[in-house]
């Protein structure tokens, strides 16, 4: 028997309204988001066929601490190709998202993405478990910088915050996602499982659910519905309540008018 939602060409739009009231009904939606929701906006992933690591085969020893700072004007290079993106814009997943939250029908969103597109969107309860591509620290003495800073040095950006002598402190900053040989920021990741625990809908949306640790997040769910968005098969396939192979964005778009009928 066909699961609800597995591209019923004959009722198309029937699991789409069905999970339009299970979110009106929902006490506590999460929705947990990876690489796909930003390839509509243009934003590359990592391992698809156009993905990063495909372009660049070196890329996971590029994006680590080590290379990061033996290397830094190529992982600068590399890291202004593929991270600082010009004319991104959020698409609809983003936008319905950040309508949901203001509504009232989301409590939050738990995302493997650095790109910043949901807060873009206008989201607020954002936990970005890899951290925030668009935000940078210095490595010396912690002070904060953002995208613009990074973008108008093409070279190596350094700190310029001042030290009580006066001269410029001069650490190399690095940006606040998280590296390969890294670990994930605990309390973040606390915070992602206490959202999950609460929930009784969780929508999964353009991941493969195969990088960990922020994949086994979803083990620790103990009630509610599933459902799952993905063009590609996932290991939760048969634990979903609903499994959706199509565009994210396009779901959400078909979404839009049947959550907000004004």
């Known amino acids: 028997m066909?699961?609800?939602g597995i591209q019923d060409k004959h009722k198309p739009n029937n699991a789409v309204a069905m999970l339009a009231e299970w979110?009106?009904?929902?006490?506590h939606v999460v929705f947990f988001g990876g690489a796909?929701?930003?390839t509509e906006s243009g934003v590359p992933d990592f391992r698809s066929a156009q993905g990063i690591y495909n372009q660049e085969q070196s890329g996971p020893d590029i994006l680590t601490p080590r290379f990061m700072n033996s290397q830094p004007q190529a992982f600068y290079d590399f890291y202004r190709k593929y991270f600082l993106l010009d004319a991104v814009e959020p698409n609809p997943a983003h936008r319905v998202l950040a309508r949901m939250e203001k509504a009232g029908l989301l409590?939050?969103?738990i995302t493997q993405n650095v790109d910043g597109l949901h807060q873009a969107a206008g989201s607020k309860r954002v936990i970005e478990l890899h951290g925030s591509g668009?935000?940078?620290s210095c490595q010396r003495c912690g002070h904060v910088y953002d995208e613009d800073y990074v973008r108008a040095h093409s070279g190596v950006p350094y700190c310029e915050a001042r030290?009580?002598?006066g001269t410029a402190c001069g650490g190399m900053l690095r940006p606040d996602i998280v590296l390969y040989e890294e670990s994930l920021?605990?309390?973040k990741m606390t915070a992602a499982l206490r959202e999950i625990l609460a929930s009784d809908l969780i929508i999964i949306g353009g991941t493969s659910l195969t990088v960990y640790p922020a994949a086994s997040l979803l083990d620790y769910r103990q009630q509610g519905r599933l459902v799952l968005i993905n063009r590609d098969p996932t290991p939760a396939d048969q634990k979903a309540d609903l499994v959706f192979r199509e565009s994210i964005g396009k779901l959400f778009g078909q979404l839009e008018p049947l959550l907000f009928p004004d």
């Open 23 to 27: 979110i009106k009904s929902a006490r």
């Open 163 to 165: 030290r009580p002598d």
């Open 107 to 109: 409590a939050c969103i």
């Open 134 to 136: 668009l935000s940078f």
């Open 185 to 187: 920021n605990q309390s």
């Open 36 to 38: 796909g929701v930003s």
């Open 2 to 4: 066909t699961r609800p």
